[in-house]
């Protein structure tokens, strides 16, 4: 709507508040405003009784008390005398771990079913769109469920593993499959630096070899790019890149004396190697399988965006299918699937929060399960973790903005 | 037969080739099998992958299902049948139906109220769902949440009535004012609305007694299957006209109004859905008046429908800036005020362009609906884990039931995504 | 364009042959889009085909670069023959250039990445060289100073004829044309026109299908019509128009001619 000059200036009749262009808008503004203001007032009033007869008061002090509860899968150094708020950073790095492994494999299981359900073969066809369909229409949280019923009730408990004839025997004499999770064997260093702690200098040195890996096969690439853009010719550098890849890490690892702790059964359990617990498992595997499915239909959809006559037309021009696929439809199906996929990894964040169904110890699980109810401190714990989820969320969002404006297609 | 080249130019075809069959290798099942299983020694090796997994996974399940004993009365007269073999213990799904279904705590004698209400649902949703029906049935559809109301938590038959004829007086005095002004239609309906409820409110007091046609039955006594329905009917249906508003408000021009939606719905979608219900359960009772109580199932429709409005807010978001600009210019040069033109024009055709997102919303919602059995309410996952697997008669009897919990999710939200992909088909060919 | 205009019979045409398609068949599923379809083209001729619509025109031309395959009989290109060779394929592509009706530029790729793609990848030019030609030829079809744009941001006109440029990059010795006007506003046809008619000049190979027909008489030196698959009459421009023989050809000449 335009703003139309009144040629009556100064003559201002209070109608003109509602049925004037140029006050209208201020004026329903200020009705909302007033509105709004009395409703939070009524609300924080009501609050404010309701506190005052429990006899409560709102404080965030409880966060420096001892939790006084343990928990089995930490990140970082815990113990029942720690702090609520040691106990909320634990919970947020097992979210944090949760939400990173079920992104990684969700992204796998939902790309592999996706280009399988564009198949040609029939019945692979068919077998990814009934994996999609019954996994997409069953809630997840009876899938966290039925994994970790999988988990408890039909593995067998450690003592199975026990005798010289058991019941159960390790897979390979590495792994263990048991109902207190899965042990597989960890890494050590025999030799090198910071051997005291848990080699953390040596862990950072690894991951120094493998950035340098990294740029090394960047440094490859750019170099067979700048010799295809002079002569025409691209060398071959699969070979080269893998070479980077494995022998300076292995020459690192062997170095430094790397060993495997295999985990053996000592007493009643395990010990030894790196213990990964039924309820991660439950939650990491439902929601990778669950999510996958959602993945699986926008990377389908994001391949069939890219129109039959972009391939038709790389086609003839010469590219092989394989250069059609890298250099024509990929980066074009990839504008389409990784909004969507973006948001996926938004709802396995969040979805994530049902961790506390299986009791594994992630922020929903402490600071909104334990500490809520030793405390008693509802309100703040609450609030504490909306703000925690909304900003992730937030800053998932703005990583997506930044990519959609990079990525838009110039139109006119 | 070629005497078409290039020197014997011109060349008239005196007769028509007849339509000639294609080379048996380019017909039929052989054709078929080689383009679709065979193609390729890799697409061989795949099928051949899948027949594998297929027999795996049937040979997994299908004696279990076959050899199921259906009559028993505990786990272990199930195993004594059983004898050793494979086989499922359906048992309990005949022993307890009746706590899946409806929760432990609804009155036996009474649970033809639920199904009764389930199958007028049925009929109030059909003439939502397809166009076709005649648009006289939408009556029932709007007396159908009073009817369930009663029919479920049962009382005083006065207290669905006097809501009734306050909606309804509300929409007559809507409907005489509308044409003059959108907001005094809105205002005066809402107005006459809280008249006929609070006379009627002291009409219910004054005549409550201890005839009532059906037995009250508290809400803390849902459960089951039903619960779950409940709350993704409820909720959805209440969402919608909030995420209308909510749309429209991010649309506004009014920076005000702009930044309140945005703000509650970039909250709400940031944020999980447990947390929303925490709040509910734990928070919520101290915003409402000193010593009110009102009960769980009503604090958790609360949070649940704030949360689907936002999202459906979003679907109907998509659907108004789907529409050409042309539309909104068009209702501005005829005259159509804001009310007018979002009434008339823009909103029929932005919502039917919605109604596929929105269907998809309500899907993802009716399985969100498991979480409450985070918060100690007995929805069917609640009644799973709780009551039934707890008790001494079926403890350890798990893939019966959650499968069974798993395959009616699946009945359900697979016949609605197979309906909002009829409907996108249809509106796709529908010339809009 | 008016004085230079040649009329086709002096645009010259040798004796050697650039595609010889003998007794091709095709069928979708059951119906048989393509029947004993028999055709020689010599090198620098100029042909259009026409036809109604499924009558198999866009088929045949497609099948001459193996977008789509056939299913008997044989399709032979500058000496090699179309077999399910890969090495085949790749060959004939490469020499064969396309236009399409809807143009298919790669919308997230520049204009200029657009006309360098295929000789960088296929080809295996150098990038600077690949620049070079690609320049050259957006000369040619007079947009060059749009290199840098992307599709989206051109007319339906000048994205045609970044299409046809982008073929001619490939240095192809034949080309095809699947309806290249009939997506485009009628003032937008005449630079696409324009642009083809000055690549038959220069004595390209073509093989056009279109409806313009002012096109074929006055570039054409054959015109090919087709109905259910089948050819039904082909002619030089002069004769087919004024004088066809075949009632079918009469009946779509008096359509297309009669308004």
């Known amino acids: 709507m335009t703003t139309l000059t009144d040629p009556a200036k100064g003559a201002f009749r209070p109608s003109m508040l509602l049925y004037d262009t140029r006050y209208r808008s201020l004026t329903l503004q200020a009705i909302a405003a007033i509105v709004l203001a009395l409703c939070l007032m009524y609300l924080y009033s009501n609050l404010a009784d309701n506190l005052r007869a429990a006899g409560l008061n709102i404080s965030f002090g409880f966060l420096a008390d001892t939790a006084g509860y343990d928990i089995n899968q930490t990140l970082i150094d815990y113990n029942s005398q720690s702090s609520n708020l040691r106990a909320a950073v634990v919970g947020i790095l097992n979210t944090l771990l949760v939400a990173f492994l079920a992104c990684v494999t969700a992204t796998i299981f939902g790309v592999l079913a996706g280009v ?125 890149n893998l070479a980077i890849w494995f022998v300076p890490i292995i020459v690192v690892l062997f170095a430094l004396g790397l060993q495997w702790d295999i985990p053996a059964l000592r007493g009643f359990n395990f010990g030894g190697g790196i213990q990964i617990g039924g309820p991660l498992i439950a939650l990491w595997f439902a929601l990778s399988i669950y999510t ?120 006119r | 037969m070629s005497d078409t080249h290039a020197e014997s130019i011109p060349f008239v075809r005196e007769t028509t080739l007849p339509q000639a069959a294609p080379p048996t290798a380019e017909r039929g099942v052989y054709k078929w099998g080689r383009e679709n299983l065979f193609a390729t020694p890799a697409n061989a090796l795949l099928t051949l992958v899948s027949i594998y997994v297929i027999y795996v996974v049937l040979s997994a399940i299908l004696p279990w299902v076959l050899n199921g004993v259906w009559n028993a009365g505990s786990l272990s007269e199930c195993r004594e049948i059983l004898a050793g073999t494979r086989g499922g213990c359906f048992a309990v799904l005949v022993d307890r139906w009746e706590q899946l279904f409806f929760g432990f705590k609804y009155p036996s004698d009474q649970l033809w109220r639920p199904t009764l209400t389930l199958v007028l649902f049925f009929f109030a949703v059909a003439p939502v769902l397809f166009f076709d029906l005649p648009r006289k049935l939408l009556a029932f559809t709007a007396v159908f949440p009073f009817l369930a109301y009663w029919l479920i938590w049962g009382g005083p038959i006065l207290v669905p009535i006097v809501a009734l004829v306050g909606v309804g007086a509300g929409y007559v005095v809507y409907s005489r004012l509308v044409a003059q002004s959108f907001a005094g239609g809105f205002f005066g309906g809402i107005a006459a609305a809280a008249v006929v409820w609070f006379l009627g409110g002291y009409l219910v007091d004054a005549t409550t007694g201890p005839s009532s046609l059906l037995d009250a039955v508290p809400s803390r006594d849902l459960g089951g299957y039903m619960l779950n329905f409940m709350l993704g009917v409820t909720c959805v249906s209440l969402s919608v006209p909030i995420g209308i508003a909510l749309a429209l408000g991010r649309q506004s021009s009014m920076p005000l109004i702009k930044w309140l939606s945005v703000i509650f719905i970039e909250f709400i979608r940031g944020v999980p859905l447990i947390t929303l219900l925490f709040v509910a359960s734990v928070m919520l009772a101290y915003f409402f008046p000193p010593n009110s109580t009102v009960d769980l199932f009503l604090r958790v429709v609360i949070m649940i429908t704030m949360f689907s409005s936002a999202y459906i807010a979003e679907v109907i ?116 | 364009m008016t004085e230079a ?3 086709p019979a002096q645009m010259a045409v040798s004796d050697e042959v650039a595609i010889s398609i003998q007794n091709m068949n095709k069928w979708f599923g059951s119906f048989h889009v393509l029947r004993d379809i028999d055709l020689t083209v010599n090198r620098g001729e100029r042909i259009v085909i026409c036809g109604p619509s499924g009558s198999g025109k866009s088929t045949l031309i497609r099948c001459i670069n193996a977008l789509e395959e056939h299913q008997k009989g044989s399709i032979e290109v500058d000496g ?67 290199a840098d744009k992307y599709p989206g941001q051109l007319s339906g006109g000048q994205q045609q004829r970044v299409a046809i440029a982008r073929s001619l990059c490939m240095r192809p010795r034949i080309m095809l044309f699947d309806e290249p006007t009939s997506a485009l506003d009628p003032e937008m046809i005449k630079e696409v026109l324009d642009t083809m008619i000055e690549l038959a000049e220069e004595g390209m190979t073509m093989l056009c299908v279109t409806h313009e027909m002012g096109f074929a008489r006055q570039v054409a030196n054959r015109v090919i019509f087709m109905d259910q698959g089948q050819i039904v009459e082909q002619n030089e421009p002069e004769e087919f128009f004024n004088n066809p023989q075949s009632p079918r050809t009469q009946l779509f000449l008096s359509q297309i001619l009669g308004h």
């Open chain 1, 116 to 240: 399988l359900r564009l198949s040609p073969n029939w019945l692979v066809r068919k077998l990814m769109a009934f994996y999609v369909e019954i996994f997409r229409n069953i809630p997840v949280l009876i899938w966290i469920i039925i994994i970790f019923t999988i988990m408890t009730a039909v593995l067998p408990a450690p003592s199975a593993f026990r005798g010289d004839d058991p019941d159960s025997s390790m897979l390979f004499n590495l792994a263990a499959f048991t109902n207190r999770g899965i042990y597989i064997p960890g890494p050590y260093f025999t030799r090198g630096f910071g051997l005291e702690g848990n080699g953390g200098l040596n862990w950072i040195l690894v991951i120094a070899v493998l950035i340098g890996s990294l740029i090394g096969t960047r440094a490859v690439t750019a170099s067979a790019n700048a010799k295809q853009e002079a002569t025409g010719v691209r060398p071959k550098t699969l070979w080269i």
């Open chain 1, 292 to 411: 996958g499915a959602f993945i699986a239909e926008n990377v389908r959809a994001g391949i069939l965006s890219v129109s039959k006559g972009q391939t038709e037309a790389a086609a003839a021009l010469g590219l092989r299918p394989r250069r059609v696929m890298s250099l024509v439809v990929l980066p074009q199906a990839l504008r389409v699937i990784v909004p969507p996929l973006i948001s996926q990894y938004l709802n396995i964040t969040k979805n994530s929060s049902l961790a506390i169904a299986v009791g594994y110890a992630d922020i929903t699980a402490t600071l909104g399960g334990i500490t809520l109810n030793q405390t008693g401190r509802a309100i703040e714990c609450v609030l504490l973790l909306m703000l925690f989820y909304l900003i992730i969320s937030l800053l998932i969002s703005a990583f997506m903005n930044v990519y959609n404006n990079s990525m838009k297609l110039k139109e």
């Open chain 2, 317 to 432: 978001r998509g659907g108004l800036a789907a529409l050409p600009k042309g539309q909104y210019e068009a209702a501005d040069s005829l005259g159509l005020d804001y009310a007018q033109s979002m009434r008339l024009i823009i909103l029929p055709q932005a919502l039917k362009i919605s109604i596929p997102g929105i269907v998809n919303i309500a899907v993802g919602l009716f399985k969100d609906t498991t979480l409450v059995s985070v918060i100690s309410m007995f929805d069917l996952v609640g009644m799973i884990r709780g009551p039934i697997l707890a008790s001494t008669d079926w403890n350890g009897v798990y893939w019966e039931l959650l499968g069974f919990a798993a395959l009616l999710f699946f009945v359900v939200c697979y016949g609605i995504s197979q309906y909002s992909q009829w409907l996108e088909r249809r509106l796709a060919t529908d010339h809009r």
């Open chain 3, 5 to 7: 205009v040649k009329t």
């Open chain 3, 80 to 146: 090699t023959l179309l077999s399910s060779d890969l090495k085949n394929i790749d060959k004939i592509r490469s020499e064969v250039g396309m236009c399409f009706q809807h143009f298919n530029l790669f919308p997230h790729l520049t204009i200029l990445e657009n006309c360098t793609l295929a000789p960088i990848w296929v080809r295996k030019t150098p990038k600077k060289e690949a620049v070079e030609t690609a320049m050259h030829f957006l000369e040619k079809v007079k947009i060059p100073d749009q």
